[in-house]
């Protein structure tokens, strides 16, 4: 079997595969790499052949993880990193490398699965947005905060704003314009998230033509689902982690 790690900001997202058809055996998320490595332990680290892992995070912490993944399984780790082209999709970054890892293989995969012009979003800690021409060329993309640093940062900068964690469920029950501060706070990050993603998407039918497909993944994506003509891929990532590292 085949551990991936999809190792972003905030949490590391792992999944273990079947080597002979890609089926999902066992998923999970974890704030810290140790804790990943228990919950493997007790699920089904014995039969896990290789790693391959895809990170955000610096190089150091990257190598600590997979030494950690290494020693504890015993089993070499492969990372992938963004590079010049890879599966008939061309960086388009100026300088290659700096492009996110995790940005350059959701794109992969998006291009894979419709072979034409796409456009890819990220909701997670940022939020990532990129274009795909017809021909796999990335034409570059945006980088904004998301729903939870828009609200993380008006919090820490307002001195009367402030609300606790159990009214965000309750502000968010609907859209109506909000008669208190979490309301107002909650429904109005929610609603520049989901215009955002609206302006892009015409945006990006504007420069690549009304027939794109639109990818949405990341642990936001729920947030902008039901936008007309969105397709939302849970582990796209997952997905190019495969592709540039079979």
Not at 129 to 140: A, C, E, F, M, S
Not at 181 to 202: D, F, K, N, P
Request: net charge negative.
């Amino acid at each position: 079997m085949i551990l991936e790690l999809d190792c972003g900001n905030s949490s590391v997202k792992w999944r273990v595969i079947t080597v002979s058809d890609g089926s999902l055996v066992a998923q999970g998320v974890a704030v810290q790499p140790v804790d990943m490595v228990r919950d493997l332990s007790d699920q089904c680290a014995r039969n896990i052949s290789r790693c391959r892992l895809v990170s955000v995070r610096g190089d150091a912490e990257t190598g600590e993880m997979a030494n950690l993944i290494s020693e504890s399984l015993g089993i070499d780790v492969a990372r992938v990193c963004a590079s010049a082209a890879t599966a008939g999709v061309v960086n388009g970054y100026y300088d290659q490398q700096r492009l996110g890892a995790d940005r350059w293989l959701a794109i992969i995969a998006a291009y894979e699965m419709c072979r034409g012009a796409c456009l890819v979003i990220d909701l997670g800690t940022a939020i990532t947005v990129d274009l795909v021409g017809q021909d796999g060329v990335h034409l570059g993309g945006y980088i904004t905060p998301g729903i939870a640093l828009l609200r993380s940062q008006l919090l820490a900068h307002t001195r009367r704003v402030h609300y606790s964690p159990a009214e965000v469920g309750a502000a968010l029950a609907n859209s109506a314009p909000g008669r208190s501060t979490a309301e107002g706070v909650e429904r109005g990050c929610l609603t520049m998230v989901r215009s955002y993603v609206v302006t892009q998407i015409g945006f990006a039918g504007d420069r690549l033509g009304k027939d794109i497909t639109v990818y949405v993944t990341g642990g936001d994506a729920a947030l902008v689902s039901d936008l007309p003509g969105v397709r939302c891929v849970s582990d796209l990532v997952f997905r190019g982690l495969a592709i540039a590292c079979p």
